[in-house]
């Protein structure tokens, strides 16, 4: 949904110096890297600049900390508000790389146009994610599996209750380290009563309320022993969108299926990129409508191979089972060269850099 983007340097450079508030006592040494929690550590520093005026201010890293804003900021109210989510990587040298961060910001502006925010600057999104990640760099694990993930995130700052757009904004970005993501198979089912989102919505757009609103459908699917929905579209509740805040692919056949991109879809990086490696591979992939009876038939027919999400959390989770309509229906193991596993190390490789980065998706940090 958002357009494509110039090629990516691989190194970032410093074109801008951001004043640097540096934190007094680290909180590092509390840090228990084996026990991390997904988004409740977070490193050292953060980012924060001001949109005031129609221009964005000067950026600042500042510690880690709560803030002051005003309780009648739009976000807070009416969810003027747009977030990301992206990984840095740290090699056995001890170099940082960040995993297709352009297409992040591509999207958070894409984002921003759909909820009537500013763009970001490339350099203050850009400069700003390199420099906060080079002074919390010991805050990005290297052990397997783990990383630093990272949440950009811009919100409505005038205090001020009419409905309409903000002429104040904050972007932030704020950072976790995060160990090994354990893929349990998901149970999921189909969801044909709520949306989380319908053609002509906002559903491509990572913007706060698209969260929200699935959160109680969610918890219904959970009190029955679901890990999460696959939700399917508005009006016909037939064809599948995602899978939780994940995307969803299907192998039917030796062949890659996924939902095609619309306005009710995000547009996952994880999804792209998982989309290129099985066209490098020859596999053949389809980017279509897949109704749930479709999926049901392969299922019986034995042509259902594997289901999983896909998304920068989990990367690939692998889906166990399949609810409809008050059936399970329990998907095969899938073999060690399952297309899943494959793509899901072929990814490892190339963030830890033991694989060549043939697309150069990597964005290097400068130490
Ligand atoms: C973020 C997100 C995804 C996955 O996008 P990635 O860029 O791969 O992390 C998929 N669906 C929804 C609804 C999301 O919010």
Redesign the pocket.
Known sequence: MFPSFSPTPLLMIDTLTIPTQRTTASRLPEVDFDQLEFGKTFADHMLVVDYQNGEWQEPQIVPYGDMTVSPANSALHYGQAIFE?MKAYKNQDGEIFIFRPQD?LS?LNASAERMCMPAVPEEIFMQGLSQLIRLDAEWVPNFTGSALYIRPFMFATDGMLGVRPSDSYRFMIITCPVGLYYNKPLRVRFEEKYV?SAEGGA?FA?NAG??GAAMYPTKLAQEEGYNQLIWTDASEHKYVE?SG???AMFVIDGRLITPALSTSI?D????RSVLQLAHDWGMPVEERKVSALEILAAHAAGTLQEAFG????ATIAPISVIGYQGEDFTLPTAPADAFSHRVTAALAAIRSGEATDTHGWMVRVQS
């Open positions: 989510g992040n999207r989380r559903g990572k698209n969260y995602e805040t994940m995307n995000l996952g990086i994880t999804r896909v998304g920068t959390a």
